[in-house]
């Protein structure tokens, strides 16, 4: 008796469409692409009018006007450096903090998983509550708790947001992300291989030889997510601003985000706005792709 196969016998679909992984991801990329693309592109178009909701008739073309406005003014370049700054200055003290508390961590001791969660608790507070939450109940210079340990002391307290705004946002999303940086850097170390560790130690390895030689380059991937995602978040820092100093004194805080809320939603500026949140994307990518290329420059194993 011959055996017949299954494939031989079994029916064919109708019409020669068949469902393959890929056309199961269309819809899910159609959505992205809809909910994305599209209202970034609609941006891209707004930039390029001079267009203003207390005259929505009159929408002239402007070519690249609202562009050189924003780069000539030198309040608009204040804001654009106040977002570097702000950037920069989080993401270095959010990569030293993270990683000196992730060293921690990686070590035995009594209690390491409820000073684990403990830790991560500021990484879950929204960023308004944060904000009000050092306002009024730590950096208040009548009754916040530092005025009051300040007095305590025999001192005179500092109105923090007045006199030191800049370093008080950084100080507040610094806060904020710290455990996001601590919690990757931990993954990465857990993944670390004791035997390299013990090998490193076997050859004589001071502690500090030990983590530029070892920990560094395996820490790579690790602190290329936290630097390509706290890029993009902090660039996008808004509540924090609005809640504390709302951009003041002046432009001292105001960074882009905040610039553009104040355009569109303020002075109902849409072409300055879109234009603005076009710098911004442009930003982002340029800053994330610079800082990826110079931690994978120098923090790998050949690197100097």
Partial sequence: ???VPISATAPKPKGGFKITPSVMIWPAML?????????????????????N???????????????????????????????MILTAGTL????????????????????????????????LIMPLVTAVVFKNMLLNPVFGFFSWLVKSLGGTPIDFLSAYPMA?????VTWE???????????GLQSLPDDQIEAARLDGASPLQEFRYVVLPHWTQA????????????????????????????VATTNLP?????????????????????ITVVLTNILAIFLLRMISKNVSPGGH
């Fill in 1 to 3: 008796m011959t055996a």
């Fill in 31 to 51: 959505y992205l692409i809809l909910t994305t693309q599209v209202p970034f592109f609609m941006t891209i178009y707004y930039s390029f009018f001079r267009y």
């Fill in 53 to 83: 909701l207390v005259e929505p008739d009159r929408r002239p073309f402007i070519g690249f006007s609202n562009y050189v406005g924003l780069l000539t003014d030198s309040d608009n370049l204040k804001v654009l450096l106040n977002s």
């Fill in 92 to 123: 270095i003290l959010t990569l030293i903090l993270g990683g000196g508390l992730a060293l921690l961590l990686n070590r035995s001791f009594p209690g390491r998983g409820f000073v684990r969660s403990v830790l991560m608790s500021s990484f």
């Fill in 168 to 172: 008080t946002i950084i100080g507040m």
């Fill in 177 to 187: 992300w710290t455990p996001f940086a601590m919690l990757i850097l931990l993954t």
């Fill in 223 to 250: 602190l290329e997510v936290v630097v390509l995602l706290e890029t993009i978040n902090v660039l996008q820092v808004f509540g924090e601003i609005y809640a504390s100093t709302s951009g003041g004194p002046g």
């Fill in 258 to 278: 905040y610039f553009i809320y104040q355009k569109a939603f303020a002075e109902y500026n849409i072409g300055v706005a879109s234009a603005a949140g076009v």
